[in-house]
């Protein structure tokens, strides 16, 4: 059965450093991927997705995440994070064939303090 | 602009009543879902909907029914509300077909069961 894991529950870190937000996946078949952000008291919305094609995805606000096919992550990163990144942030993963649904991990709590 | 929306932001309701949270999407999509978000367990999905008057349990479908009798609303039902569905709810779509499409999501209802 396929799973994500999100390796850290909180990631804090300070304004303008770099982040990493870690997410491993499990699946034998072929995979899309997809990271979506939730600001407080809001729904979620997509960050980025990786479908097929280039291994290193760009998305909104600076976001950009590479997909490792051998190691079955899809790491989410940002050179220089700002107060208003603070958000849970989640990576989902569907299947090729089944991909109505999404296979979701627990979400990180990013915390950038000033 | 695409646009999925809820009911209510927030609810309140006592043990026992009957609650319908309703979900309305504009963008004509096949897919509809509703999700719980608690602390801790991420999202998990109650039912999907892939077609009008189709539907799918989800992980969690216990204490839970739906409705989808026009394509643009998914309703989800509380026969019997109790406390432990006090929780955040969340309804998404997407678009069928063999790619896979991202969820849109809407800003959620916060449900308080008393």
């Known amino acids: 059965a396929q799973s994500v894991t999100q390796l850290d529950s909180q990631v804090p870190v300070f304004e303008e450093a770099p982040v990493e937000l870690r997410c491993n996946y499990s699946?034998?078949?072929?995979?899309?991927l997809f990271w979506y952000v939730q600001y407080p008291n809001q729904g979620l919305q997509l960050l980025l997705k990786?479908?097929?094609?280039s291994t290193l995805v760009k998305g909104i606000n600076g976001f950009e995440a590479e997909f490792n096919k051998s190691q079955t992550s899809f790491h989410l990163r940002k050179p220089s994070v700002h107060i208003s990144d603070t958000a849970e942030y989640f990576c989902?993963?569907?299947?090729?064939?089944?991909?109505?649904?999404?296979?979701w991990g627990l979400g990180t709590s990013l915390a950038v303090n000033p | 602009d695409v646009k999925v929306t809820q009911s209510s932001r927030y609810l309140v309701k006592r043990t026992g009543e009957k609650v319908f949270l309703e979900c309305v999407q504009d963008?004509?999509?096949?897919?509809m879902f509703w999700y719980r978000q608690d602390p801790g367990l991420g999202l998990r999905l109650i039912y999907f909907?892939?077609?009008?008057?189709?539907?799918e349990k989800g992980d969690i479908p216990e204490g839970y029914s739906v409705s989808r009798e026009k394509k643009e609303r998914f309703s989800l039902i509380l026969e019997s509300a109790s406390t432990n569905q006090t929780s955040m709810y969340l309804c998404?779509?997407?678009?069928?077909?063999?790619?896979?499409?991202?969820?849109?999501f809407g800003p959620g209802t916060r449900l308080t069961v008393t």
């Open positions: 998404a779509s997407s678009s069928g077909g063999r790619t896979p499409y991202e969820q849109y």
């Open positions: 963008m004509d999509h096949e897919n």
């Open positions: 909907s892939y077609d009008v008057k189709m539907k």
């Open positions: 699946s034998s078949v072929s995979v899309y």
């Open positions: 990786y479908l097929s094609g």
């Open positions: 989902a993963v569907t299947m090729d064939g089944n991909n109505r649904k999404l296979i």
